[in-house]
């Protein structure tokens, strides 16, 4: 298994444009994540997806849209990119069923806006 | 106030130290802990995960829950060089997409 995987690594945008992180996972996994990691901020939650057909905003929703495209695949949509938006991009999943939100991560998506 | 404080560090020890890492918290209602550890340029990876009050012990690594006094820890034994890495608490009460991480800690094993 692959576990979490996210596309692309590294990107580097200009402040208006816009692209989509890819996030995939082949864990049969129910829910899936979206996070920002900031310089003394810790990780904060964007959106979720509790499961296939289903997205709600997290702490900083502004800015992005999600789609859960399958049961596999949640996908994070900037339409016009910011500086503020410079961050490093996680995609977690928890397992069916669990009881508790143990997340497992994906390695990331370092995203820079000029 | 935050609702999870952790000490950001960097904390620095020398190989085989006992390290002790600490997190706060303020909301009663949290009932699962968990530790993330998370090396440079890596996503984070769940380390232990431990259900309301007690320790959980694996290998070198310990987790403490004090439920009373709204704190957790971690502790490693032994500490190794590899385990130079940022670690991160987290906690829910249990609602889907309500984990609450801490900042992290950086820590730095030098052999």
């Known amino acids: 298994n692959a576990g979490v995987t996210q596309t692309p690594k590294f990107q580097v945008l200009k402040t208006g444009q816009s692209m989509t992180l890819q996030c995939a996972q082949d864990?049969?996994?129910?829910?899936m994540y979206w996070y920002r990691q900031d310089p003394g901020m810790g990780l904060r939650l964007i959106y979720y997806s509790a499961s296939e057909g289903t997205t709600d905003k997290g702490e900083v929703p502004n800015g992005y849209n999600v789609s859960r495209l399958n049961k596999r695949e949640f996908s994070l949509r900037l339409e016009s990119a910011a500086p503020s938006q410079t961050s490093v991009y996680f995609c977690?999943?928890?397992?069916?069923?669990?009881?508790?939100?143990?997340?497992?991560f994906g390695p990331g998506t370092r995203l820079t806006v000029l | 106030q935050k609702e999870v404080e952790q000490d950001p560090g960097p904390l620095s020890v020398p190989e085989g130290a006992i390290v002790s890492l600490n997190c706060t918290y303020s909301?009663?209602?949290?009932?699962?802990f968990m530790w993330y550890r998370q090396y440079s340029r890596k996503g984070p990876e769940l380390l232990m995960y431990t259900y309301s009050s007690g320790n959980k012990e694996d290998g070198r690594f310990t987790a403490q829950v004090d439920k009373s006094s709204k704190y957790i820890s971690l502790f490693i034994r032994d500490s190794q060089p590899s385990d130079s890495a940022t670690y991160l608490c987290?906690?829910?009460?249990?609602?889907?997409?309500?984990?609450?991480f801490g900042q992290g800690t950086t820590l730095q094993v030098k052999p």
């Open positions: 987290a906690m829910s009460a249990g609602v889907l997409g309500k984990l609450i």
């Open positions: 909301n009663s209602a949290f009932q699962y």
């Open positions: 864990m049969n996994h129910n829910s």
């Open positions: 977690a999943s928890t397992p069916t069923g669990a009881s508790t939100d143990t997340q497992y």
